[in-house]
Every structure is written in C-alpha cells, then in structure tokens.
C-alpha cells in the first residue's frame, strides 16, 4: 500500500456543495424578491381601489361593506385563472383571507367617516356588518 503525504491527500471542501447550491439559487431567490415586491405593490393597488369601492357604496346608500355574490365570483375567478401548479384549497384560502382583509379596510374607512374607532379583527368587521344589515320587515 503506497503512503501518502498528508499534502498529497485532496481533503473534500465540506462548503463547496452549499457554495454551488447558494450561488444557483440566488437568482432564483431574487426573481421570488422582485416577485413579492410586486406581490405587495398590487395588494396596495388593491385596497386603494376597495377604499373607492367603500366611497361608492357609501354615497350609494349602501349600507354593508360585504357582498357575499361578488366574493364567490372572485373565488371562482381567479381558480379558473390558476395554472394548476398552485393547489386550488391554498389559493382559495389566501383569496378568502385577502378578501377579509379588504373588507377591513373598507370597515376602518367606513368607521373613520363616521368618526368610530377601526375594526381591530374580522370578527369586529363583520359584527359591523351584521349591526348595518336592515331589519326584515314584517308584512
């Protein structure tokens, strides 16, 4: 059996494997960024056009923030827009909760008009809605 010297010996780099695999995900990582960032930025877009939805509907005499009929067009919209890649009950469940959430701002504006303090959860928002809700009429 040969000897070798200790310098002759190639000892692994234990962090070349994690250099290549940081290196090759980088500029995945950093199209995710750019993607979240606009991911954000659209969301803003989205509760500046729910707050003008909010004053139409108040000037309208509209009295509720939630409309349960558009909701379900959007849920049903935006699954028949998927590619598939992202499971159906995830992207419904992130579209329900971005649905609440608009729904608050719109509460919050429609409590600041009226001088009230926000609606601090979804809860708040819709027992907002439920007190705005007329009473059935009995006839």
Known sequence: MPEH??????????GAPADRTAAALAPLRE????????????LNERA???????????????????DPQRETEVLERVTSAS?????????????????AATRRVQHAQKRAAAGAE????EADARAADAAAQPEPREE
Request: proline share 6%; hydrophobic share 45%.
């Open 83 to 99: 590619a598939g890649l992202f499971p159906e009950p995830e992207l419904v469940a992130l579209y329900r909760k971005l649905i």
């Open 5 to 14: 010297d200790e310098a002759d010996v190639v000892q692994p780099d234990a």
């Open 31 to 42: 199209r995710i960024d750019a993607i979240d960032h606009e991911i954000v930025a659209l």
């Open 118 to 121: 926000p609606a601090r959860t």
């Open 48 to 66: 500046q056009i729910a707050l003008e939805i909010g004053r139409v509907k108040e000037q309208t005499g509209r009295r509720t923030v939630r």
